[in-house]
């Protein structure tokens, strides 16, 4: 049971000490990312919720008002007393910037007239994309030792499921852990849903950073770079600890480079030629990682045009580590300043690179420092 103010989030629910933990059966749900979101039904009014306050968003509403007779009439069926809100608690989907956003549930919640809350899983169809009878991932029963003990092990099974997940156009993974439901044994009752989540998202102009703070396991080089790179930041200038910090990480290998460039994506500095710099506004030849490292944009557009001169599609893509390290650059040089002569194909962009063959015929580009388009929320 719950509170009805702990509804409008995803979280684990409660499990006392004295529960029976000697035989812990749960099927999971991937648990896409995106913000924490909820649909609470009072009488025929509809509210929703984003990062378990209220919301106004637009999308969110649209998607509310397309399906209003669908929520209203699953909440009539779930409701006890005419009393009950019903909270269909679960994920504002939305993390390509070509990908139309949708609501993807994962609790219900029934709050009674006293304000207690009963959790059950989100086994309906109220929406197109619901598939209530999916296959779930089941996991063999375990004995847990404690409350905690539970929440861990499962968190190591979400790893295992979740943890490699794919990335968005945006950067953010696509998998942000997996949702537990429990399997009860004959009259075994009174598990938890578990929500085990492997990162934490909390801005969709931000990556989201680990559940399991990274600082912890830091080695000492990045411990340096990190107290380094907050120091610089406080007295507003490029240091030489921070320089040394940074030069250190980038001889130590190409793993420690691409983290130590990853750490500075929304940092006032960035790096050049292996050098620290301050990020700067860019309007000339320049080539792709760098424009990743040192300017003030977000990302860059990768166009495809096929044989007949045709533009086939343009897509927004948000700096990643490939952009940052330079596995592109060869191509990805940006040569020339489109003006007034440009075409809607340029989509506003001041910078582009030459378009380059493929073996298919097809041609591609990449463009810049124009049109950005935002996630929904």
Not at 209 to 229: R, S, W
Not at 273 to 301: C, F, H, M, P, T
Request: with cysteine; net charge negative.
């Amino acid at each position: 049971m719950r509170t009805a103010s702990d509804v409008h989030l995803l979280q684990t629910g409660e499990l006392s000490d004295n529960s029976d933990l000697t035989s812990c059966s749960y099927v999971g749900k991937l648990l896409v990312s995106g913000p924490d979101a909820a649909i609470e039904v009072v009488g025929n009014h509809i509210s929703q919720f984003m990062f378990g306050r209220p919301s106004d968003n637009t999308a969110f509403q649209s998607v509310i008002d397309n399906y209003r007779d669908a929520i209203l009439s699953a909440a009539r069926k779930l409701r006890l007393e005419p009393s009950d809100r019903v909270t269909f608690t679960g994920v504002w989907f939305h993390v390509d910037y070509d990908q139309q956003p949708w609501f993807e549930g994962y609790v219900i919640h029934v709050t009674s007239s006293d304000g207690i809350a009963h959790a059950r899983p989100y086994d309906i169809e109220i929406f197109d994309h619901d598939r209530p009878d999916e296959a779930r991932f089941r996991i063999a029963s375990f004995a847990a030792t404690s409350p905690s003990h539970l929440v861990d092990r499962l968190l190591a099974a979400a790893s295992g499921m979740a943890g490699e997940s794919s990335q968005s156009t945006s950067g953010l993974p696509k998998l942000q852990g997996v949702v537990w439901y429990p399997l009860a044994k004959g009259d075994k009752a009174g598990l938890p849903i578990v929500v085990s989540k492997l990162v934490e998202i909390t801005r969709s102009d931000r990556l989201p950073e680990d559940v399991e703070p990274l600082k912890a396991d830091l080695g000492v080089a990045q411990q340096e770079f990190v107290d380094a790179h907050a120091e610089a930041l406080a007295s507003d200038a490029v240091s030489e600890r921070l320089r040394a910090a940074f030069a250190a990480l980038y001889d130590m290998s190409p793993k420690m480079k691409k983290w130590a460039l990853r750490q500075l994506q929304f940092s006032k500095f960035g790096a050049r030629d292996d050098q620290i710099v301050e990020r700067q506004k860019i309007d000339r030849l320049i080539r792709l990682s760098d424009l990743a490292n040192i300017s003030q944009l977000d990302g860059y557009w990768f166009q495809v045009r096929n044989k007949d001169g045709i533009i086939q599609g343009s897509r927004f893509k948000r700096f990643d580590d490939d952009a940052r390290i330079g596995l592109n650059d060869s191509r990805a040089i940006f040569k020339r300043k489109l003006d007034e002569d440009q075409t809607d194909e340029d989509l506003s962009c001041r910078l582009a690179s030459d378009w380059h063959p493929t073996r298919t015929g097809a041609s591609v580009r990449f463009l810049a420092n124009g049109l950005e388009p935002r996630l929904s929320w």
